[in-house]
Structures are given as C-alpha cells and as structure tokens.
C-alpha cells in the first residue's frame, strides 16, 4: 500500500489581503448603512481608545441560558470628546461614474481657532480664507444635482491630555434621514459647530468599529500564519522555522495563498455588531485606580463598548451605525458594578 495522504487547513484568511500597512492611521469610511429615519443625524463619530476593563451586568439578550442572570463582560472604554463641523462636501451622481463631488463649503478656519481652539491649517494648509456664507449660497444653486450630504468633521485632540498632539484628525460623516434639502439644512446649521456622541448614537445599540490594529513588523510564516515549526531534533539544513514548500514556478509568478514572511499588524479592519453599553460625563466612574495603562484618566464624554476593538491605547476609533446589524437590543443594559481595580502590574 502507498503512504497515506495527509490533510492540513489552510494557513490564513483570504478574505484580509493584501496583509500590508494601513495607508493611513484614521481609517476612512467606504460604506454606509441606508437608516430609515425622520430627521437628519451624522452616521459616525470619532474617539480614542482608552484601554479595557470589565462589568457585571443583566444579560438581556433574548434566548440566551443566562437571560436575566448577572454575567461577566469584558468591556472598551473610548474616549469621545465632541467634534467639530468644519465643512460640508456635496456629491453628485452619474450612472457611469459613481459619486462625485460637487462643491465644498469650508467654515472660517480663525472663527474654529478662537472658539474651538482647533487648528484647520495644520490638516489644511493650502486651505483658503473666505466667507462661508457665500459658499452656502452658490451650494444652495446646486440643491437638484445634490445627491449625498456629508459633514467633514475634526476631532478636538488638546482635550485628551494623555493624547500628546495638537493636529486635529478629520473623518467625512455621511449625514441620513429626511429628504436631501432636509440633509443640506441640517449640515449648514451644524457648520462651525460641535456635536456630541450623543447625536449620533444612544446607550444599548449595535455599531461598527473602524481601527488600525495593533502593529508587529515584519514576522516570519510561523507568527503569521500559524505554520508548523518542523521538528528541531533532526539537521535542517535551512532552519526549522522556514516556509512551507514551493511558492511556484520562480520564473514566472508566485502564489500568494503560499504563507510567505512579510507585515503584521497596522491593518485597517471593521469589526462589525459591538454594543455601545454605557454613554457617560464622568470618567472617573470607569477609569481605574492609577488611570488607563499607556493613557491617563477619561476626562471627556466616553463611550464604552462591549468586548475588544483594534488598536492600541491613544489609537484613532471611528464608530459607524451598522451596516448589518444582527439584532436589536431592547435598549441600554442594566449595569451592576463597574470594575474599578488598578491595571498596573504587581
């Protein structure tokens, strides 16, 4: 009889390549939930992670074992201070081309410092002073092409103090709900003002976490993959931590299903369906003795979310109304005891 043939998984997902280096640490948002909604609203926000600890809390998920019992979470603390409506960009449609954009309306860039102490030259720096009134008006001209509303929004980084920058990062909001003249009335009255998490989201529902994950380098196939190391007791003549066999033919190309060494980690990935548990003022109601690790204390209105997200303290969170939402919670969970206890390490 012949050798028997063995079977073995495959090693890694093909559904997140190419494994490289985000482009960039604020992830942009490519798709957007259609919310059936009477009055306009933004479809995210932004915020930071602060770190991690856990709850007790009612387990008020239908059908569960433990359905009205106390159950242990892990929970995410993000940190959200509000943000800031400093233009408004308006889209156009063609059937052969997709979106594109119309116009733009920025806000007075020295109004936003001296209110809101955020820098727009330091994200804008060929950006242009002029009236933001009569951006409005030749907008308004343009209401019948206008097919999609969108806010470009900054973050307020000088009110995080563990944060450490000054540069304000920017994310364009999609703005839902109403007819499109009711979009375009909302985004002007929000220009050149702030808006908290709460107008976006409300304690109990489901969101989409948008991040950078954690960065390694440049790891081999055993790190990266999971691949078997082959057994050290015998001589390797090239290591016992090398790749799993051909890559192809060499003069042509190679396979990229092949586990091959290269970048892991810094990847841009939506983690979809978190629970937004609790939406509150008082950091220090969740924030552990000694304060977050490699962050400080929750000093601004903070969001926490059930389970892990991507990215390290300090990393740019953006949350975004579900897409695919799995169920509807009946509304925010009652919470028994909020852990308190020191982080650092004994």
Not at 272 to 278: G, P, V, W
Request: aromatic share 8%; proline share 9%; hydrophobic share 35%.
């Amino acid at each position: 009889m012949g050798a028997r043939k063995k079977h073995a998984p495959r090693r890694g997902s093909l559904g997140v390549r190419p494994r490289k280096r985000a482009s960039r640490i604020v992830p942009r948002i490519k798709s957007w939930p259609e919310l059936d909604v009477e009055t306009p609203m933004p479809l995210a926000f932004l915020g930071y992670k602060a770190g991690m600890t856990h709850v007790i809390m009612i387990d008020d998920r239908p059908g569960t074992t433990t359905h009205g019992r106390e159950i242990f979470v892990p929970v995410t603390i993000v940190e959200t201070p509000d943000m800031v409506a400093a233009a408004i960009r308006v889209y156009g449609y063609d059937p052969n081309i997709g979106l594109y954009t119309l116009t733009e309306a920025w806000a007075s860039p020295e109004t936003l410092k001296e209110k809101y102490n955020v820098d727009v030259y330091r994200l804008v720096p060929n950006l242009k002073p002029g009236d933001p009134e009569k951006k409005v008006k030749k907008m308004e001209e343009l209401l019948p092409r206008i097919y999609d509303v969108r806010i470009i929004a900054l973050t307020r980084p000088r009110l995080v103090k563990g944060l450490g920058k000054k540069k304000p990062d920017a994310i364009e909001i999609k703005i839902a709900g109403g007819s499109i003249e009711d979009r375009f009335n909302y985004a002007v009255k929000l220009l050149g003002n702030t808006f908290s998490v709460r107008d976006v989201f409300k304690e109990g529902q489901l969101v989409d976490v948008i991040a950078v994950t954690k960065g390694k380098g440049f790891q081999g196939v055993i790190k990266r993959y999971g691949v078997k190391e082959l057994p050290r007791w015998h001589k390797h003549r090239k290591g016992s931590r090398s790749g799993p066999g051909t890559r192809g033919p060499a003069t042509t190309f190679s396979w990229s299903e092949v586990p091959q060494p290269g970048q892991m980690g810094y990847h841009r990935r939506t983690e979809y369906n978190k629970r937004i548990l609790m939406i509150g003022d008082d950091g220090f109601k969740i924030t552990p003795a000694g304060g977050f690790l490699h962050y400080g204390v929750v000093r601004n209105t903070f969001v926490m979310l059930a389970g892990s997200i991507p990215g390290t303290p300090k990393r740019p969170i953006v949350l975004r109304h579900p897409v695919r939402p799995t169920w509807q919670p009946p509304g925010p969970p009652k919470i028994v005891y909020i852990s308190l206890g020191s982080k650092q390490s004994n």
